[in-house]
T-cell receptor
Framework: NAGVTQTPKFQVLKTGQSMTLQCAQD?????MSWYRQDPGMGLRLIHY???????DQGEVPNGYNVSRSTTEDFPLRLLSAAPSQTSVYFC???????????FGQGTRLTVV | GQNIDQPTEMTATEGAIVQINCTYQ??????LFWYQQHAGEAPTFLSY????GLEEKGRFSSFLSRSKGYSYLLLKELQMKDSASYLC???????????FGSGTKLNVKP
């Protein structure tokens, strides 16, 4: 009963490096989202998807790309990491209708 | 877009009752969620309101007034483990865009 799984849990990048944060869910949820959370702040929506092949931007999409080739997976790509992207990243999934979101355990990313 | 306002931090005593308020403005309305987030952990679902009134679930209750753009979370018989951040998330016409308030950090003291 895995729910939402994020990898890695921790990552340190150098400025300019690229990487992909992985998110997978096994609940057959249509809706998946990526958030970032900075110290003392709430969650800010980066990108979201309403199903395989469909993605859209949230509040803070710049510097991030997403794709949704399968229902289960929703990776987040940082194309050229910047110190301003140091944050904790959460992936979430929701079923159809107005149901609650389930969150992964987060990825703590530091860009130096 | 959405405007969501919550107090930044609150302190209460173990065994007491505390009310955490949330005011919001959304384009359309499809309900409001409350989440709990312990430090260093992921948010977890607490409650959902779509109609006006009070929803009770054990020690936690959540209230909604759609006309006033206002909700509160009521925590009774506070326990030390209730020390956490509480996030309000109203859902607008596009319920695929799930926005959160900045959260209220609740400190429960003995």
């Amino acid at each position: 009963n895995a729910g939402v799984t994020q990898t890695p849990k921790f990552q340190v990048l150098k400025t300019g490096q690229s990487m992909t944060l992985q998110c997978a869910q096994d609940m057959n949820h249509e809706y998946m989202s990526w958030y970032r959370q900075d110290p003392g702040m709430g969650l800010r929506l980066i990108h979201y998807s309403v199903g395989a092949g469909i993605t859209d931007q949230g509040e803070v999409p710049n510097g991030y790309n997403v794709s949704r080739s399968t229902t289960e997976d929703f990776p987040l790509r940082l194309l050229s990491a910047a110190p301003s992207q140091t944050s904790v990243y959460f992936c979430a999934s929701r079923g159809t209708g107005n149901t609650e979101a389930f969150f992964g355990q987060g990825t703590r990313l530091t860009v130096v | 877009g959405q405007n969501i306002d919550q107090p930044t931090e609150m302190t209460a005593t173990e065994g007491a009752i505390v009310q955490i308020n949330c005011t919001y403005q959304t384009s359309g309305f499809n309900g409001l969620f409350w989440y709990q987030q312990h430090a260093g952990e992921a948010p977890t679902f607490l409650s959902y309101n779509v109609l006006d009134g009070l929803e009770e679930k054990g020690r936690f209750s959540s209230f909604l007034s759609r006309s006033k753009g206002y909700s509160y979370l009521l925590l009774k018989e506070l326990q030390m483990k209730d020390s956490a951040s509480y996030l309000c998330a109203p859902v607008g016409y596009n319920f695929n865009k799930f926005y959160f308030g900045s959260g209220t950090k609740l400190n429960v003291k003995p």
